[in-house]
Each structure stands twice: as structure tokens, then as C-alpha cells.
């Protein structure tokens, strides 16, 4: 079956603008969760999602939100870009949380900010 | 090709040695552990878990040893191939929880042929 799946793969914006990222997780799947991998900080969990709900988000300001829909893609937006927003956003899926074992990454949306 | 107690950003190893990654972990009520594979270009790669009691499980070709009193990790894999090369992390999390998983910064291995 079709793995997790991500758009876009890369994107480039300036400073100021937002940024939508849309991620389709496995079919059946119906929890979401995102990170954010950068250079310095590594891999960072940005929010998890769960029937439509966010059950859990990281240290990440405001400016970081995302959502669930009913078929369980997910989307996350960041507003008012930052050039330290620059990064791979990884999304990953599973059965249901706490199936973290069965945790399957995609192959992430590369965003550059100039 | 081997590292013990020590976190390496990088590794290099020749073609059929063994590889140990090591990884501390930060958050003594953690229970469950993963060890994932990143390749270039690609997501975070599940290899093999561990919950907190056990001290070491095996799969083809890997091995996770857990150290619950000093809080580490290490990752052995048998015979190193070139297809082994990514880079490594490790992972807590609080099993039944959430998806919310701490990634340890991740060890670069290269495997020389």
C-alpha cells in the first residue's frame, strides 16, 4: 500500500509570508503527527492529531498550527516566516497513537525561507 | 569499527565489521525506545524498539542493548553493508502515550567497502 505522503516535496517562500504543508497519511491510518528537522536542533515533534483532535503539540510559538480532517489528512501552517523556519517537515502516521512502533515517516516537505 | 559510551556525530566503518551506536537518552521515565535509519533524501526509518523492561532485544542483523541506570542506548549491527550507511537516531517516548517522540542528534555512519 501507498506510503505516507507528502506535498510539497520543496517549496521556497520569503520572509513574511505562510506556508500550508499537506501530508496523506497510510490508507487506515487515522493518527498524524509532525516534526521538524533542522541541522542545529535536530528532530523536534510539532503537533499530533488524532480523529480531527490535536491531542499533544510541542514547543513550537503560535505562528505553528495544523488541523485533521475527517479522511485523516493533515495539513500545518506557518504564518509570518522566519528565515530560522527553514527545514524538513516530516509527517508521520500510524493506526492509532501510541502504535509507535508502527510510526511511518514521510519523506518530508524541504521549506526554504529567504 | 566499534564505539562504546561515547555519542559520535560520525562513524566510519569498513565493509562486514560491526557498527555500535551509542545514544543517551533525557528523560528517566521514558519506557519505550526506538532506534530509526534515515537515508538521504528520505523520512526516519523504524529498525528496532525496545520497552524499558527489557535490557536488550535482537532483529536481523540488529541488536538494541538498554541501560536504564545511566540512561543509554546502543545500536549494534552485525557485518556492516554499504546499504547501511544513513544517518542513525534514537528515540523516547512514553509507550501508550502519544506520537511525541525526543530524538536523540542522530549518528552518521558510513561504511567504507
Known amino acids: 500500500k501507498a506510503g505516507v505522503t507528502q506535498t510539497p516535496r520543496y517549496l521556497i517562500k520569503t520572509r513574511g509570508q505562510q506556508v500550508t504543508l499537506s501530508c496523506s497519511p497510510i490508507?487506515?491510518?487515522?493518527?498524524v503527527s509532525w516534526y521538524q528537522q533542522t541541522p542545529g536542533q535536530g528532530l523536534q515533534f510539532l503537533f499530533e492529531?488524532?480523529?480531527?483532535?490535536?491531542?499533544n503539540k510541542g514547543n513550537f510559538p503560535g505562528r505553528f498550527s495544523g488541523r485533521q480532517f475527517s479522511n485523516s489528512r493533515s495539513e500545518m501552517n506557518v504564518s509570518t516566516l522566519e528565515l530560522g523556519d527553514s527545514a524538513l517537515y516530516l509527517c508521520?502516521?500510524?493506526?492509532?497513537?501510541?502504535?509507535?512502533?508502527?510510526?511511518?515517516f514521510g519523506e518530508g516537505s524541504r521549506l526554504t525561507v529567504l | 569499527g566499534e564505539n562504546v559510551g561515547l555519542h559520535l556525530p560520525t562513524l566510519s566503518v569498513q565493509e562486514g565489521d560491526n557498527s555500535i551506536i551509542n545514544c543517551a537518552y533525557s528523560?528517566?521515565?521514558?519506557?519505550?525506545f526506538i532506534w530509526y535509519k534515515q537515508e538521504s533524501g528520505k523520512g526516519p526509518q523504524f529498525i528496532i524498539d525496545?520497552?524499558?523492561?527489557?535490557d536488550k532485544r535482537q532483529g536481523q542483523r540488529v541488536t538494541v542493548l538498554l541501560n536504564k541506570t545511566v540512561k543509554h542506548l546502543s545500536l549494534q549491527i552485525a557485518a556492516t553493508q554499504p546499504g547501511d550507511s544513513a544517518v542513525y537516531f534514537c528515540?523516547?517516548?512514553?509507550?501508550?502515550?502519544?506520537?511525541?517522540?525526543?530524538f536523540g542528534k542522530g549518528t552518521k555512519l558510513t561504511v567504507n567497502p
Open positions: 508521520a502516521s500510524s493506526f492509532q497513537p501510541g502504535n509507535t512502533g508502527e510510526l511511518f
Open positions: 490508507s487506515g491510518h487515522r493518527s
Open positions: 492529531y488524532f480523529s480531527e483532535t490535536q491531542r
Open positions: 528523560n528517566s521515565a521514558s519506557d519505550y
Open positions: 525496545i520497552r524499558s523492561n527489557m
Open positions: 528515540a523516547e517516548t512514553l509507550q501508550g502515550g502519544s506520537e511525541k517522540l525526543v
